[in-house]
């Protein structure tokens, strides 16, 4: 019963700061890495942030220096810090659990579970 549940999202305006959080729970949460993937108004999905089961932190361009990934595992939660938000940054924030899928010629990321997201809105 893998359950991810997010929580954090408002309204800010341009400038502000705003920090996601995401409850896991159903699945060993220490050894899983997990990302932030946000869906804007009418467009697709735009992969956000990624941490490993050991806290090495990856960004996508639009958000690097700006926005900061971590976790808690003594509390299955995984955070999105979120510093200099701009009306571009106005999505749903969906949480994710990363699976890596191997084959002979080598891996790629699966992601099984997602949370129901939360809206997150920067205007002025």
């Known amino acids: 019963q893998v359950q991810l549940v997010e929580s954090g999202g408002g309204l800010v305006q341009p400038g502000g700061s705003l920090r996601l959080s995401c409850a896991a729970s159903g699945f060993t949460f220490s050894s899983s890495a997990m990302s932030w993937v946000r869906q804007a108004p009418g467009k697709g999905l735009d992969w956000v942030s990624n941490?490993?089961?050991?806290?090495?932190?990856y960004y996508g361009d639009s958000v690097k220096g700006r926005f900061t990934i971590s976790r808690n595992n003594a509390k299955n939660t995984v955070y999105l810090q979120r510093n200099r938000l701009k009306p571009e940054d106005t999505a749903v924030y969906y949480c994710a659990k990363v699976d890596y899928v191997y084959s002979a010629f080598g891996y790629y990321k699966s992601y099984p579970y997602w949370g129901q997201g939360t809206q997150g809105t920067v205007s002025s």
């Open positions: 941490i490993s089961g050991g806290g090495s932190t």
